[in-house]
């Protein structure tokens, strides 16, 4: 008599807990497309020549922006630690941004061995005045 009277109230329960669920996903994932349509556009230079929108680059993954000087001693052992780090990760795209000339960034791609990885890109800033 007593788990049919309590039947009602704990299916009303889970399914107000199941509503909450759901309601604050679709709130995360408006926040999320809000926070992107305030990054700005900024347009970049990969290493093959082609232009590119860093906002459209960020869309597709989770993605973490870095910006670099190829002589910084810092930036060459946060390069490394980063590719010790993440090497396996596939699902983070990092994007290295640099307004060093292209061969630089280039070979620092190439020493710090994260030309191989296919979730690290590199770009140029190419500063107009």
Known sequence: MQIRFLFPFLLIGLLMI?????YSRYTTKQELELAYTIIP???VVS??????????QALDN?????YFNSTCSICQ?????????FRADTLTRFLWVSSEPMEEVR????????????????????FTV
Do not use: C, M, P
Not at 18 to 22: H, K, L, R, V, Y
Not at 107 to 126: K, M
């Open 47 to 56: 290493l093959n020549g082609e232009f590119v929108d860093l906002k459209l």
């Open 18 to 22: 199941g509503a909450w669920i759901g």
């Open 107 to 126: 070979n620092f791609a190439v020493e710090s061995r994260l030309d191989s990885l296919s979730s690290h890109h590199f770009f140029l800033i190419r």
């Open 77 to 85: 052992s946060e390069a490394e630690l980063i590719e010790s780090t």
């Open 41 to 43: 556009s900024i347009q």
């Open 62 to 66: 989770l993605s973490v922006l870095i």
